[in-house]
């Protein structure tokens, strides 16, 4: 109905796990932006006049929704899922901030701005927008699920897909059927994997195991993990694996997500450890084979493989406070932050980039986003990396250079310095100079492409120390 409302402007986003492009609040007010430029030339002239060389900041991209919201009229945003934006960027500087915006414009009348948003009852986000809300709505959806759920049972003891309970006779089906359906509290994927371990066992075992079934999907997870192969050199892999796939900046092929294993992040320097038979498998074979059951591979919206997770929680069960103070728990060793999975990214990413020739997959991801994962906080653990990419005779910097300048979101930045300066490795500047005594002031008048130097990039990006 309000597509068919020609006095008015409406635009939509929706906040997707799966897609790294529609994560957090940069991608939200960036589309936002973006749509209601196209809704009048008034607001195109506005967006045109207003075009930088680079890709603007969050702040700048608020202001720029604040003039297209003057000059749009009439508008609605429909933001669906928000739940599905990661917690870590829910905070007061992300969508807390996003909409406290579009209050105070709408609060002091300078838009007729009208917001709608859908999201599961997730405790920051009820404390972040019930105060904002003019209207709420608690949906109960167990019930719904509960029908989806009785279906997928009925599917699975008693239909096309029963074949592996062949060995139950009824009464044990219908068992594990109500047992299931009772406790599922409307978790269609706490039931998907609770039947997994149950297809396992043989009918003398089918009630010890009811009797034994996690609670939730946290106590799934665990359970799962506590099954994985206990050699620590296979569960350091498979955290890697999470901690890449959770925290990249795109989302990973099979192809690229094989080759994590193929790097010695714990040799000093890390290498590449290639062996003969490099790539000669099947790469989603070997992705589900070192994180059996909670990764999948799945298509995306350009019909490409892509590893994600079986669910979004999955990846906040890993990453949360709770399981990282949990020492006892068997799924403690699969834990992670934000900080140690950027570190694992930054090293993989270096090391790719300044591998001699070594054909890996995860090339592109490296070119195109290892300096996400660099910062101040990691720097003093990838010194050896940084030592040998971002330095002024770098060959693996040289080429990195030439790949990005064919990049138009890409802010030039000719020299290594200028690189370190602009994401505050101050650390790494130091060094860069001191190995640099006899060319010094050379090195430091040096110019990019822009003529600014690196003491002007370093300024312009905040970097004061």
């Known amino acids: 109905m309000l597509k068919e409302d020609p006095t008015l402007s409406l635009v939509y986003f929706y906040f997707d796990y799966s897609d790294a492009t529609k994560q957090d609040c940069r991608a939200l007010a960036s589309s936002i932006v973006f749509q209601l430029a196209m809704y009048s030339g008034k607001c195109q002239a506005y967006l045109q006049q207003r075009q930088s060389y680079r890709s603007p900041t969050y702040d700048e991209l608020l202001v720029l929704l604040s003039g297209l919201l003057d000059l749009s009229g009439r508008t609605f945003i429909v933001i669906d899922a928000l739940d599905e934006c990661p917690e870590r960027t829910r905070g ?5 901030r996003f909409f406290e915006h579009l209050c105070s414009l709408r609060n ?54 029963s074949e592996p309970f062949s060995n139950w006779d009824e009464s044990t089906k219908w068992r594990v ?75 990973l092929s099979p192809t690229e997500v094989a080759d994590i294993p193929l790097l010695d992040l714990t040799s000093e320097p890390p290498r590449v450890a290639l062996t003969s038979d490099v790539h000669t498998e099947n790469p989603e074979t070997i992705v589900l084979r070192t994180c059996p059951r909670l990764l999948e591979i799945m298509l995306d919206k350009d ?29 403690y060793a699969y834990s992670f932050d934000e900080s140690s999975a950027n570190l694992t990214l930054a090293k993989i990413c270096l090391l790719v980039l300044i591998a001699d020739s070594t054909p890996l997959g995860l090339q592109k991801y490296a070119d195109e986003h290892w300096d996400k994962h660099v910062s101040l906080r990691n720097e003093d653990a990838l010194s050896e990396l940084l030592d040998l990419f971002l330095c002024t005779d770098s060959p693996a910097f040289a080429r990195w250079t030439g790949v990005r300048s064919k990049s138009i979101t890409w802010q030039c930045n000719d020299t290594a310095l200028h690189c370190a300066a ?8 130091e060094r860069v100079l001191d190995r640099s005594r006899l060319d010094l002031a050379n090195l430091v008048d040096t110019r990019d492409r822009n003529g600014k130097t690196a003491l002007h990039t370093a300024a312009r990006s905040g970097r004061v120390e």
């Not at 297809?199 to 994985?228: G, W």
Request: charged share 25%; aromatic share 6%; with cysteine.
């Open 92 to 96: 007061r500087t992300g969508l807390a």
């Open 422 to 429: 602009r994401l505050g490795l101050s650390r790494h500047v």
């Open 303 to 331: 019909g490409k493989n892509t590893v994600q997770l079986i669910h979004r929680s999955v990846g906040e069960y890993l990453a949360s406070s709770t399981l990282r103070r949990a020492t006892s728990s068997p799924a």
């Open 108 to 161: 002091e009348n300078v838009v007729d701005l009208h917001v709608f948003v859908t999201s599961r009852p997730e405790i920051d986000i009820q404390n972040c927008m019930l105060p904002l809300a003019t209207h709420t709505l608690n949906l109960n959806v167990a019930r719904e699920h509960t029908e989806d759920i009785r279906n997928y049972l009925s599917t699975r003891m008693f239909g096309l897909e």
């Open 177 to 251: 059927y109500n047992v299931l359906l009772e406790r599922s509290n409307g978790m269609f994927l706490w039931v998907v994997l609770q039947l997994q371990d149950l297809q396992d066992c043989s009918p003398n075992d089918v009630d010890h195991a009811l009797d034994e079934l996690p609670s939730d999907l946290d106590s799934t997870y665990e359970r799962i993990l506590k099954n994985f192969p206990s050699k620590t050199t296979m569960i350091t892999r498979a955290r890697r694996i999470f901690e890449c796939v959770v925290f990249a900046h795109d989302t």
